[in-house]
């Protein structure tokens, strides 16, 4: 889609929120993945590379919900933010009904 179409039609705001909020599910992901890694790791040098990898998932996932808060993509309110959630389920509900 040409890029004045997507600004018109709020589908480029909508690519960067589905874009940051699929970033921020992989990168819980990793961290949990990670910390088991570094529960079973027995090796030194193996744990601080690990911790290292943590470390920079844990500053990724920091400056991820900075920018989705910023942005309003995320709502520090958890009941507020499950209202959002609901209106855009029901909005892609509605987007592939025949």
Not at 9 to 29: E, P, T, W, Y
Not at 64 to 80: R, Y
Not at 88 to 94: C, D, E, I, L, V
């Amino acid at each position: 889609m040409n890029p004045v179409m997507e600004t018109l039609l709020g589908m480029k705001a909508f690519n960067d929120r589905f874009i940051a909020q699929d970033l921020l599910q992989d990168n819980r992901l990793r961290m949990n993945m990670l910390a088991d890694c570094l529960n079973l790791a027995g090796n030194g040098k193996l744990c601080d590379e690990l911790l290292l990898h943590l470390t920079y998932s844990v500053q990724l996932e920091e400056r991820l919900l900075k920018l989705c808060l910023e942005k309003g993509w995320v709502i520090a309110d958890a009941s507020e933010q499950w209202k959002e959630d609901i209106k855009w389920a029901r909005k892609a509900r509605q987007m592939i009904k025949p």
